[in-house]
């Protein structure tokens, strides 16, 4: 049974530029979340989709966006990226909307210069 | 608004010792679930154990067990019989029951060493 993919694994941006971060569940999951992970920070939750609907969203402008389609699959979205913006995205998925545990892809790490 | 405090950024213990991780939380809700999560370096957020809220039950995982005390809103973890393969990040994390508000909070982590 596949785990949660995320792709790409690595990414390097510069400072305006726009990025794209791709999630496919498990299959037969229908709730994909995503959170940012910094030092800083720690783990924050940017949002959660279920059934291609945005369900619940985190403390984040609106630069950050995502959607998800009819397969689940989920993409993120940031706009205009800033130097603040590097750190590891990690997708989760579960089959119930919020999930009794998560299953978490190996993240993307961004890095913007 | 829910937090979530885990007070030791840094553990050790010899290989096939007990190590427990501390965690305290607050939360006014009675519906809520707690996580405890490991990230070795490969970066993956595997689940090591959860617990419902409304049950007085501990719960246990093999090795991994916890000491939940809603009362005290205390969730620590126990590790048994540790293993050089244990050797990561734990983090615990709350879900709220309420529903829309299902994000997970997750504490700032402690890094658990495994000596040999």
């Known amino acids: 049974k596949a785990g949660v993919t995320q792709t790409p694994r690595y990414l390097i941006k510069t400072r305006g530029q726009q990025v794209t971060l791709s999630c496919s569940p498990i299959?037969?999951?229908?709730?994909v979340s995503w959170y940012q992970q910094t030092p800083g920070q720690g783990l924050q939750f940017l949002f959660e989709y279920f059934s291609e609907t945005q369900r619940n969203k985190g403390n984040f402008p609106g630069r950050f966006s995502g959607r998800q389609f009819s397969n689940s699959r989920s993409e993120m979205n940031v706009s205009t990226l800033e130097l603040g913006d590097s750190a590891l995205y990690l997708c989760?998925?579960?089959?119930?909307?919020?999930?009794?545990?998560?299953?978490f892809g190996s993240g993307t790490r961004l890095t913007v210069v | 608004a829910q937090t979530v405090t885990q007070s030791q950024p840094e553990m050790s213990v010899q290989e096939a010792e007990t190590v427990t991780l501390s965690c305290t939380y607050d939360t006014s809700e009675s519906d809520y679930y707690l996580f405890w999560y490991k990230q070795p370096p490969s970066r993956q957020m595997i689940l090591v154990i959860r617990q419902e809220a409304y049950k007085q039950q501990n719960a246990t995982e093999n090795r991994f067990s916890v000491n939940f005390q809603k009362a005290a809103k205390s969730f620590s973890l126990k590790i048994s019989d540790s293993q050089l393969g244990d050797a990561a990040m734990y983090f615990c994390?709350?879900?709220?029951?309420?529903?829309?508000?299902?994000?997970?909070?997750f504490g700032t982590g402690t890094r658990l060493k495994v000596l040999a």
């Open positions: 989760a998925s579960s089959y119930f909307e919020g999930g009794d545990g998560y299953t």
């Open positions: 994390a709350y879900r709220s029951g309420v529903p829309g508000t299902y994000k997970y909070i």
């Open positions: 299959s037969g999951h229908r709730s």
